[in-house]
């Protein structure tokens, strides 16, 4: 095969792998722009705000919660890293007190055992609805976090479709300074070999 014509295809090849990445990175962010609107515009309606750094909400907290809490001391919940962090940091600490290291489904067989305890009962009511704002909150988090990895791909792919354009580009420049008599695997020279009798 010619080795202008082989530079060809490969550069034919290169443009078409740079295409396909150029139009991958611009879906994937797409994507993160869609998912990122969505949680952002989920949180900012519930008007979830971080209690100030000196509150008695934070200073109760252990000292990791507070720590991780005090970051966004007075911001409105607006992306993932803030729901999980109130989830984790903030009502989860809560929903160990209330429910004293017991978990909703624990509290609520208890209650079931113990129909006619109204303490218990409401014990039960407060943390099923505190579980249900963890399990929402860290569900936010979880699909931001997927958008920060599809931004991740957006960039990988953008970053791939140069590199395979500034190759190709290189590989079209190479085709026109190949003689065009030249072969990619030009036939081995060697001395004649004697005809088999």
Sequence with gaps: MRRRTFDLLMVMAGFAVAAVLLIAGALLTWGHV????????????????FPAANSPEIKALPRADAAAMRQYAGQLMTNGAQAETYADHFIAVHLKEIGGGLTYAQLSAKSLAQPKNIALANQVQTVFRGTTLRGMLLEAYGFWQMGQ??????????????????LSFLGLWHSRRVPADAEVFPAAVGPARAPVA
């Design 149 to 166: 990895i599809i931004w991740i791909g957006a960039i990988v792919s953008f970053v791939g479709a140069g590199l395979m354009l500034i």
């Design 34 to 49: 869609f998912v990122s609107n969505q949680v952002t515009t989920q949180l900012q309606e519930q008007k979830i705000t």
